[in-house]
């Protein structure tokens, strides 16, 4: 292929800073500038070439950085990137593009927590699981993703698209607790079972969940039964239970649960007959 | 110790009538004198400006609360750090800087002396434990006692001198400085998740008004002798019509001044000079104030200037920051202190688009310029409430630009543009009158007699700004105003330069003052034996453990004021 | 039997971490498993007796302890310390704290044979990676 | 020779007590006053077998005595060259050693945290997100005339707490037990709920869902559901009732929150309970925090670098991030490379995972007593104990910060772990030019 190969010379021990590994800040530099970067391992500061054997050319505009090797131990690969490819061969760490605003970066292995944090744009693909808080932002901040789509192959974590404000979370695997809690905006599509909790404190956006769902919490009210829901352009048929809440944050954010995977919650048709 | 010549500055030193000469500045042991030696260390100073070390008069910089905005919010501090360097520690601002960067910042402005406006006795401990992190500047703390209970109780049983000797037992026991008093009787009443809105209104179970509260106090610091006037955060901060509250408020204690001086200094007051009955029609209140302040002579205010930025409230008024909250409906703290006072801490962000925000912005100024004598001004931005100390700055350009005032305006909220006197409003302030209310009239203010002017004797805290005085236009130049007092070219304190054009280059232990108040020992004792049992119910603490030994004042200036009791 | 693991502190575990975590006392009041009387009595143990408790996370014997803050059917609890921490679920869902409480487990009576491991044999045991 | 000491601060819980009279009789302590079951322990065993009083090196595989100077030697050579070193503890000390321990950490490039990161560190992230709603200990004694505890059980964890301070205190507007609600919910009927005026059992894990119920009923929204978390929506009805219809009502949540299923959000629910119930009521929150200074490291930790814990000093100034920087997480990595611990038991309060880790690098102890730790350490440093033979900083649950007293004298030759970690940090900051 075309583009940069980085390749990890040795197995990581300590937290490594890769913040600066995207292809919007390596575009454009010499072989020798890119080789002579300096990122912190731990508390010392280490060339890019200490690391990495880094091969390949840096010509188009439209950079594609390939990494490989087992990142796990490496910190917000991607960060603030805004256009080009990152692929991953291996696992990737903590803050896998954070605040990235556009470009796709693909991960062949799992990621680590808080991929896409504070996302604005651009695409992340992850062939295996990713970690907790995937589309969140930072503690505190009360703003999440705010554009962007984030698709895992895999299962995730917990608090997936924390105070999401738009974009899109697509889950082919389960998820954990805490799907869309303080979610604002935006989608989050779950293709497996997820723990529960789902949209807890949510005031708006969209939760669909096609798998199983322990109980939907009782901050919730049932609203309708969906024959099927709209993701992106994607119809997904149901049917669907739609609740609506969190109404503990007057919230009108709208939940869909797969009707066919959760007999135990048959219960609350009663309650929509009252609703209607 | 060194020796430090200052060469041909302009300086401005109002308390002296030094009003920008071209004059040398003799430093040795830390003190203004008339001469130094050949040996001294010159500093060329010509071009340049020379003004004493700047003295904040309310600024929330230290103590629980402060630590409490800290927790809250990370995603404050993440966007703005400080990486450690040889001289200085590493740490975080933005709008709650951490208390190394509170130091440094400080002193690279040109501020040599900064005091805490707000700290409840019993836990000023923890006060204390922060501003000895505070680096280089000097400081000191005010004791928050408008809601406290014992004062309440004697001020119901008129027990003047009773209470007296209380409040300086407390002060000594705390090393406290001056007399605060925030909101009175209503953050008692908050205790219940009441209010108080208006000066005649008893405190619930005390039976005593607000207004009894404040002219009890202003009695009281009359009689210790104490150097700072009563610092008084009024009732109905933050609300629409408050204005009248404050001028009330200042009039209550118009009959207690002693000798000329100011008996009251009216904290932040463009919080509290709101007219209008909503916030739809709220408008600004400066006017009515300003003509109070230029008819009478026993009120000084500090403006509490709001300047656009995200920030982080923080006041012991409990019930304000509550209805901050119900504004916001972001993130709330509240911390109500046992028998003394509360407090509450909400994140707001001050948009020059939002009306009342710009409102705000226009009274603060209205103030500062409609007050005819700058010594009963001083500049602040209630720190962080108004905005961070950081952007002194801004507000001294549009002091002293209308220009500069007129760039904000055309950017404001146009309805509040349209409501404020601000742009009929042509005075400029002078270098000479910014000297007075950002050092010469808050030293004053305080009592410090070796702070705020470079005669001989005075602390050798001087601040030299980057600025030609002569070939200077502020009026057309303010954007070098700014960047001028952003940074000194060098900062002095107690003769040492720490701060030279932006970098902290040397970091000292600054002092902390504090009154040592005396009342005749049989008062006291009769006090403090009424005082013991009570004491006990009310707290949950024993009477010894609330007593703060001096050696948490790593360097303790004690000053000792004589009562008249 | 399926039970739920709650860990936390007890009085006992306070006053004698403080006489020594190395201490005779310690152990005595830390390497136990409180259990609801009727539990109990379903699994035929009586007080003193030993007993495995088994979670996805490890397993470990106990002296079995009839709980003074019963009825709390299906639910065991085991004093904060390093037995059981050989059990408890290390995951923190992002949080900095491990799930110390509400662990799916299963008790069993234990067997002659299984005997409650001392300090340094649950230190060798951890080290050793079982 | 015999003398009392009154007013002694108590340095076990969070309660920081502060009325002990202790008798001190030859430079031993002989009696204790007005002091708890633990404190009276504390009291009776500081000095007791476990006491370490030389310090101790690792050399293959076994200990052998040195003297101070070389042991803060080899633990300052230790840390220094490490690549991404732990300071870890920090709540069994004074407030002026914890600010001597962030400014170590700084030097050295490593990260610091206590143990706020096993106890309320769930809540101190939830308070980052919602605020809290708190006052001081005073406030509950005078005012409050409804009190639950949640997931905590005092009679054992803070065995004075109802005395001085809620139930059973005697302040300016409530005089005795009659005038006070007590509400306890918990997943067992603990030694607290059997002095319950209410006892609410909650399934376990589900605390989050019994709090979300409970805001729906404060707003009056209706809840379809009969049973909550095992609790029927009748009585939830009846607690929500309750709450608004108090006076000032206070709401102490311990460990049975932040360490089951939600974790900080939990925690969240439960800010945002209290916070809400302030548009009816007075109402106020409070972690019930362990250890007799946990809170004041924070508080330290927090003025020195604006964050409460879990702080990276890796790049020169302060980062934080839970989840990525806190101990646990760094340890189950596998991230660190040395560690330094400060009066504290890691090894026997962490899970396996963790404590692999830790027995895998080299890990330095600075700690009075013998502990699980100290067994795996490759230096361990004795220190003296804070409270009772060296003054120091305490802040209380609620914040209150108190000075307490040094009482006797420590055994020959001890130094403070403020000194112990200064001497550390001098001799680091030399290694590191």
């Keep these: 292929m075309s583009g940069l190969i980085l390749t990890l010379k040795k197995e990581l021990k300590v937290p490594l800073d890769a913040s600066i590994i995207s292809p919007t800040n390596l575009a454009g530099k010499t072989m020798d500038e890119v080789k002579n970067l300096e990122l912190w391992e731990g508390n010392k500061k280490v060339k890019i070439n200490e690391i990495f054997h880094v091969e390949g050319e840096n010509k188009e505009e439209d950079l594609t950085i390939k990494l490989v090797g087992d990142f796990s131990k490496a910190r917000g690969l991607g960060f603030k990137m805004s256009g080009g490819k990152l692929v991953i061969e291996g696992n990737a760490g903590l803050r896998l593009g954070e605040k990235m605003k556009g470009g796709l970066i693909k991960v062949s292995g799992n990621a680590g927590s808080w991929v896409g944090s504070e996302m604005t744009g651009g695409i992340i693909e992850i062939e295996g699981d990713a970690g907790d808080f995937i589309g969140a932002g930072y503690r505190g901040g009360r703003r999440g993703m705010r554009g962007g789509k984030i698709i895992v192959k895999g299962d995730c974590g917990v608090e997936a698209g924390a105070w999401m404000i738009n974009g899109i979370i697509k889950v082919y695997g389960n998820a954990g607790i805490f799907p869309g809690i303080h979610m604002k905006g935006g989608t989050i599509f779950i293709k497996g079972n997820c723990e529960g909790r789902a949209g807890a404190e949510m005031k708006d956006g969209k939760i669909v969940i096609l798998g199983f769902l322990p109980s939907v919490l009782p901050s919730f009210d049932i609203d309708d039964i969906k024959d099927s829901v709209k993701v992106e352009e994607e119809k997904i048929s149901g049917p669907f239970y739609l609740f609506t809440g969190d109404l503990n944050e007057d919230g009108i954010g709208k939940l869909y649960v797969s009707i066919n995977s959760n007999p135990q919650l048959k219960f609350w048709e009663e309650f929509l007959e009252r609703v209607i | ?565 | ?130 | 020779m015999e003398k009392i000491i009154n007013n002694v601060v108590c340095t076990v819980c969070g309660c920081c007590c502060d009325d002990l009279e202790v008798k001190v009789k030859d430079g031993k302590i002989v009696e204790v006053k007005n002091a708890c079951a633990v404190s009276l322990s504390k009291f009776q065993n500081y000095n007791g077998k476990e006491r370490i009083v030389k310090p101790l090196i690792k050399e293959n595989g076994e200990f052998k005595e040195c003297d101070l100077k070389e042991a803060i030697e080899k633990a300052s050579k230790i840390l220094a060259e490490a690549k991404y070193p732990l300071i870890y503890g920090l709540s069994l000390t004074s407030t002026e050693a914890i600010g001597k321990a962030v400014e170590l950490a700084e030097a050295l490039g490593g990260v610091i945290d206590n143990t706020t990161s096993v106890c309320h560190g769930p809540s101190l992230i939830g308070v980052h997100d919602v605020g809290l709603v708190t006052c001081t200990l005073g406030e509950v004694k005078n005012r409050a005339d409804l009190i639950i505890y949640w997931g905590s059980n005092p009679i054992f964890s803070h065995p004075r707490h109802l005395t001085r301070y809620t139930v059973f205190s005697r302040g300016k507007f409530r005089r005795e037990r009659g005038e006070r609600k007590l509400v306890v919910v918990d997943v067992r009927k603990t030694a607290t709920a059997k002095l319950a005026d209410i006892f609410i059992q909650v399934t376990p894990n589900q605390d989050y869902e019994l709090i979300s119920a409970l805001r729906m009923a404060v707003k009056g929204e209706e809840i379809y559901l009969n049973e909550v978390a095992g609790v029927p929506t009748s009585k939830i009805e009846e607690l929500a009732d309750l709450m608004i219809s108090c006076e000032f009502g206070i709401l102490f949540f311990g460990l049975g929150l932040t360490m089951s299923l939600g974790k900080s959000r939990n925690i969240d629910a439960a800010l945002s309970l209290v916070r809400d119930l302030n548009e009816r009521t007075k109402f106020l929150i409070m972690p019930m925090r362990g250890h007799y200074n946990v809170t004041g490291a924070n508080e330290v930790i927090a003025w020195q670098t604006g964050y409460p814990f879990a702080v990276d000093f890796s790049q020169g100034y302060p980062r934080y991030n839970p989840g990525e920087t806190t101990t646990i997480e760094l340890l189950t990595r596998g991230e660190c490379d040395a560690a330094l611990i400060v009066g504290s038991d890691p090894i026997a309060h962490f899970p396996v995972s963790a404590v692999k880790h830790l027995m895998k690098i080299p890990v330095i102890t600075i700690d009075p007593h013998r502990s699980a730790t100290t067994l795996i350490s490759t230096v361990v440093i004795p220190t003296v104990i804070t409270g009772i033979e060296a003054e120091g900083t305490v802040y209380r649950m609620d914040g209150v910060p108190l000075e307490c007293k040094k009482l006797v004298e420590p055994p020959l030759g001890l130094k403070s772990d403020e000194e112990i970690i200064n001497e550390i940090l001098v001799n680091v900051k030399k290694l590191k030019e």
């Design chain 2, 1 to 565: 110790m060194s020796e430090i010549l200052i060469k041909n500055g302009f300086v401005f030193d109002p308390l002296n009538n030094i009003n920008g000469e071209k004059m040398d500045i003799f430093i040795k042991d830390g003190k203004i004198v008339e001469k130094v030696s050949s040996k001294a260390k010159v500093i060329d100073a010509s071009n340049m400006v020379v003004m004493p070390g700047g003295v904040d008069i309310h600024s929330h910089i230290a103590g629980s609360k402060v630590n409490a905005g800290r927790v809250l919010r990370p995603e404050d501090h993440v966007k703005d750090f400080e990486v450690k360097t040889k001289v200085t520690r590493s740490g975080v601002g933005y709008s709650v800087p951490s208390t190394f960067t509170t130091g440094y910042r400080y002193a690279k402005m040109g501020y040599t002396t900064v005091f805490e406006p707000a700290t409840p006795p019993l836990k000023t401990r923890h006060t204390h434990e922060e501003l000895r992190d505070i680096p280089i500047i000097d400081k000191g703390c005010f004791a928050l006692l408008g809601n406290n209970w014992f004062i309440m109780e004697y001020l119901k049983e008129d027990k003047l001198e009773e209470c007296a000797a209380y409040v300086s037992w407390l002060l000594n026991a705390i090393k406290g400085y001056a007399i605060k008093i925030v909101n009175p009787g209503g953050t008692e009443a908050w205790g219940w998740g009441k209010g108080i809105s208006h000066l005649d209104e008893e405190v619930p179970y005390f039976n005593v008004t607000p207004k009894e509260i404040v002219r009890w106090l202003c009695k009281i610091n009359n009689i210790l002798n104490l150097p700072h006037p009563i610092h008084v955060h009024t009732n109905n901060l933050g609300k629409p019509g408050n204005y009248v509250t404050t001028i009330e408020t200042m009039d209550a204690v118009k009959d207690l001044s002693k000798n000329g001086e100011a008996s009251i200094h009216v904290t932040h007051v463009q919080f509290n000079g709101f007219a209008g009955t909503s916030w739809l029609n709220l408008a600004s209140g400066a006017p009515e104030i300003a003509d109070y302040i230029n008819k009478n002579a026993h009120v000084e205010i500090d403006i509490g200037q709001v300047t656009f930025s995200d920030t982080t409230t923080m006041t012991a008024d409990g019930p304000f920051q509550y209805i901050l909250y119900l504004l916001s409906r972001e993130k709330w703290v509240n911390a109500d202190v046992e028998a003394e006072t509360g407090a509450g801490v909400v994140p707001f962000r001050y948009k020059k688009s939002n009306y009342v925000n710009a409102i705000q912005w226009g009274i603060g100024l209205e103030l500062a310029l409609l007050v005819k004598d700058p010594w009963k001004i001083h500049m602040t931005t209630d720190h962080p409430n108004g905005g961070p100390f950081t952007h002194y700055p801004k507000v001294i350009a549009w002091l002293m630009s209308k220009k500069a005032r007129e760039k904000t305006l055309n950017k404001i909220n146009k309805n509040a543009k349209r409501r404020l006197d601000l742009p009929g409003i042509d005075r400029e302030y002078t270098l000479y009158e910014i000297a007075i209310i950002t050092r010469a009239a808050t030293a004053k203010s305080l009592g410090l007699k070796n702070k705020g002017h470079l005669g001989v004797g005075a602390d050798a805290d001087v601040a030299i700004y980057n600025l030609n005085y002569k070939s200077l236009d502020p009026s057309k130049d303010y954007k070098l105003i700014k960047k001028a007092f952003k940074q000194t070219a060098y900062t002095i304190k107690d003769g040492e330069i720490v701060a030279k054009n932006g970098e902290i280059i040397a970091s000292s232990k600054g002092k902390i003052y504090w009154v040592n108040s005396k009342v005749a020992e049989d008062i006291q004792e009769s006090m403090l034996n009424n005082l013991k049992m009570k004491f006990e119910e009310y707290y949950t603490v024993k009477m010894e453990n609330y007593i703060i030994n001096e050696s948490y004042l790593h360097k303790s200036f004690m000053l000792n004021v004589q009562s008249e009791v």
């Design chain 3, 1 to 130: 039997m399926k039970v739920k693991l709650i860990t936390g502190r007890s009085l006992q575990q306070g006053a004698s971490k403080e006489v020594g975590k190395l201490s005779e006392e310690y152990f005595n009041n830390v390497a136990i498993c409180e259990l609801d009387p009727s539990d109990m009595e379903a699994l035929n143990i009586s007080p003193g007796q030993n007993i495995v408790l088994k979670t996805k996370f490890g397993e470990v014997v106990l002296k079995a302890v009839k709980s003074a803050q019963a009825p709390h059917k299906g639910i065991v609890f085991i004093p904060y310390g390093p037995w059981a921490n050989l059990v408890v679920d290390p995951e923190t869902h992002g949080s900095g704290m491990p799930s110390f409480k509400g662990i799916e487990a299963e008790v069993f009576p234990a067997k002659k044979e299984d005997k409650i491991l001392t300090l340094k044999e649950v230190l060798e045991k951890i080290s050793g990676g079982k």
